[in-house]
């Protein structure tokens, strides 16, 4: 079915980088602009970066400039993300999203990342 | 950056009553084409957001017609009409009018 799904959570320690993983499935994968977006407990959902799975072009946010980056591997139709310099503030739950018509329409579960010393 | 915001931040409502959320943006998320670059979610515990109205007044497939969005420019309301159970949840307002894309800080809709 159609579907976003991502690996697993993680905990790293502080200065560390994480990557999460997001594999699509269900439909044609390069025809989709995928997001992440993160959300820290209690918190409002929070954008970070887009690619474009078909030609991989990216865009990040300013906040997380030079921390961030994203690739897609297309003959694996999966997405992944890098996070580097990882602080405490960093904890939170990290989604990929597909976007259509410019809204979010499909989700991945979430991925945990706990940022402790 | 766009700035979303959302009242009232809690609200307790009561079976079958209707319950209505607002939305703001700091400047209008309306392009020249007359369409509202703003989208409505729906968020339980432990899930990711739910898309439930995208172009301020589309409702994603599948979602019941009780969820209604209105508004244009900046100013955007979610009502839904007969308040269900399972619409207990965090509702949040999303503008994807310009890059970063951003979120209202949502609105926790509870049972009365």
């Known amino acids: 079915q159609v579907q976003l799904v991502q690996s697993g959570a993680e905990v790293k320690k502080p200065g560390a980088s994480v990557n999460i993983s997001c594999k699509a499935s269900g439909y044609t994968f390069g025809s989709y602009v995928i997001h992440w977006v993160r959300q820290a407990p209690g918190q409002r959902p929070e954008w970070l970066a887009y690619?474009?799975?078909?030609?991989?072009?990216?865009r990040y946010s300013r906040k997380f400039q030079g921390r961030v980056t994203s690739a897609r591997d297309t003959s694996a139709t999966t997405v992944y993300m890098d996070l580097s310099g990882l602080i405490s503030e960093d904890t939170a739950v990290y989604y990929c999203?597909?976007?259509?018509?410019?809204?979010?329409?499909?989700w991945g579960q979430g991925t945990m990342v706990t940022v402790s010393s | 950056d766009i700035v979303m915001t959302q009242s009232p931040d809690s609200l307790a409502v009561s079976l079958g009553e209707r319950a209505t959320i607002h939305c703001k943006s700091s400047?209008?998320?309306?392009?020249?084409?007359?369409?509202?670059?703003l989208a409505w979610y729906q968020q339980k515990p432990g899930q990711p957001p739910k898309l439930l109205i995208y172009w301020a007044s589309t409702r994603a497939s599948g979602v019941p017609d009780r969820f209604e969005g209105s508004g244009s420019g900046a100013d955007f309301t979610l009502t839904i009409s007969s308040l269900q159970s399972d619409d207990v949840a965090i509702y949040y307002c999303q503008q994807y009018y310009e890059t970063p894309r951003t979120f209202g800080g949502g609105t926790r809709l509870e049972l009365e």
């Open positions: 999203t597909r976007e259509a018509l410019g809204a979010y329409d499909l």
């Open positions: 690619i474009n799975a078909g030609n991989g072009y990216t």
């Open positions: 400047q209008g998320v309306v392009s020249s084409n007359n369409k509202n670059y």
